[in-house]
């Protein structure tokens, strides 16, 4: 790696570390926004508009952020293709929250608990891409000719049953755009259930290669005492025996 490299790639980090925690509550308040305009339909019009401009604030804030993230990145269109939370994050900043989802790689097991960590960030993850896809698909779906989705309890039921793999079927998204919320949440809630599974599965297979090291170790340390435990009785033999030539 260059030089200009090595210095795009440490401003990107500290850019990072400085912009991820606040992008991420404007993600929140921007989702909190969108949800209060789509299930409260009957708000008065001037706190609506002042809640739109607030929804196109965050917008512009974050299409400043990925600029910014794209211009110290050493291979742009590498970062784009590698970081797509970050681009649907400026289709849509509800979807930051979900960069929970990148950390998860990064988890660590704990003996003696239950993969708490990752436990903990997928439990976030699946509830906030739920919240995201429910008002998403209650915004596309609702007044439709054919929709089946008409209330937030309505939105709430299918994206459960959609993310849990379940497809009762009985409550659908009739719109394009409806159907393409559906798309997310499916792969997403896919890859959901492969981390969690992954992390479980080498968590066990972590656990079992620990009881056979200790158990290697325990039969070694073994072996060592009794080896130590015979050479102690052959040397009391062999003093036995030197003392007997004596007396004789």
Request: charged share 20%; net charge neutral.
């Amino acid at each position: 790696m260059s030089t200009v490299e090595e210095v795009r790639a440490e401003r990107a980090g500290a850019y990072a570390r400085r912009a991820d925690p606040v992008m991420a509550v404007l993600a929140v308040i921007f989702l909190l926004v969108f949800t209060a305009i789509v299930v409260w339909q009957d708000m008065p019009m001037g706190l609506r508009v002042t809640l739109y401009v607030a929804q196109f604030t965050i917008w512009l804030v974050f299409v400043v952020d990925l600029i910014v993230r794209v211009t110290y990145a050493n291979k742009r269109l590498r970062w784009l293709v590698t970081h797509p939370l970050d681009v649907l994050a400026v289709l849509w900043p509800a979807f930051r929250p979900l960069k929970i989802l990148a950390i998860i790689g990064d988890a660590r097991f704990r003996a003696g608990q239950a993969v708490v960590r990752t436990s903990r960030a997928v439990v976030l993850a699946a509830v906030l891409l739920v919240w995201v896809c429910s008002v998403a698909v209650l915004a596309a779906e609702r007044g439709q000719p054919g929709s089946s989705i008409e209330s937030l309890g309505d939105s709430v039921w299918w994206a459960f049953a959609t993310i849990a793999t379940v497809g009762y079927g009985d409550v659908v998204p009739v719109t394009v755009a409806g159907r393409m919320v559906g798309i997310v949440l499916m792969v997403v809630g896919l890859a959901l259930v492969a981390i969690i599974t992954a992390s479980i599965a080498s968590w066990f297979v972590a656990n079992s290669r620990d009881d056979a090291v200790q158990d290697e170790a325990s039969r070694d340390s073994e072996a060592h005492r009794r080896l130590v435990e015979l050479e102690r009785k052959i040397d009391r033999l062999l003093e036995a025996q030197y003392t007997s030539k004596e007396s004789e």
